[in-house]
């Protein structure tokens, strides 16, 4: 039973035009939700995160939205970079502070120059 | 600060050997944790620690023993490697919330 999901395997994006990546979950007890970004042959990078008390965090070309009715979480890139290429992975956990995190299954971006 | 680092990139094991993945971490951090990333499956919790002495198991524990003895290190052991354990491991760590992942180790079990 998969908690976190990305339903999107893939996405394609126009450099300079926004990427939109979605991740949904099932679990109301998640309270705190990261993001983060992978290269082939490299560990995940942390980008961004967000608590439940909030709907919007933003940090330079990254946005994250929260929407806890709809149990949907989305990353806004804009502009898009051909560097954003990668594999984006939305994780969540439940109760501050227990550290324990569940992943989706990743989408891969790839931003067309 | 070299940050995570995690020891061999690569290895190739015959199915009822054993082997010891290597984790390290220079910044102090209190919670350390172990994943695996199979194809389709993102990155799944084998087993974690919030601290020296303290460890508990994630999703996917079966398999796999883990310890530690100092803030540094988390070792990962297979005890008895099974071609399902082929996968890429991936070692963490964080103070807060927000974790830091090491380069991976990618594991072939024949």
């Known amino acids: 039973d998969q908690q976190v999901k990305q339903n999107s395997p893939s996405l394609s994006v126009q450099e300079g035009r926004i990427s939109i990546l979605n991740c949904d979950y099932t679990n109301s007890m998640f309270d705190y939700f990261l993001w983060y970004k992978k290269y082939p042959a490299e560990g995940p990078t942390f980008l961004i995160s967000?608590?439940?008390?909030?709907d919007k965090n933003e940090d330079g070309r990254f946005t994250v939205f929260l929407n806890k009715s709809a149990k949907h979480l989305s990353l806004h890139i804009v502009p898009s970079q051909p560097g954003d290429s990668a594999v984006y992975f939305c994780?969540?956990?439940?109760?501050?502070?227990?550290?324990?995190?569940?992943f989706g299954t990743g989408t891969r971006l790839k931003v067309l120059a | 600060n070299a940050g995570v680092t995690q020891t061999p990139k690569f290895q190739v094991l015959k199915t009822g050997q054993s082997m010891t993945l290597q984790c390290a971490q220079d910044m102090n951090h209190e919670y350390m944790s172990w994943y695996r990333q199979d194809p389709g499956m993102g990155l799944r919790l084998i087993h974690y620690s919030v601290g020296a002495g303290i460890t508990d198991q994630g999703e996917v524990p079966n398999g796999y023993n883990v310890s530690r003895s100092t803030t540094e290190d988390f070792p990962l052991r297979l005890l008895s490697a099974a071609p399902s354990q082929t996968s890429v491991y991936f070692c963490?760590?964080?103070?807060?919330?927000?974790?830091?992942f090491g380069p991976g180790t990618r594991l072939t079990v024949l």
């Open positions: 994780a969540a956990s439940g109760s501050t502070g227990t550290y324990k995190y569940i």
């Open positions: 963490a760590s964080s103070q807060g919330q927000d974790q830091f």
């Open positions: 967000i608590s439940s008390i909030k």
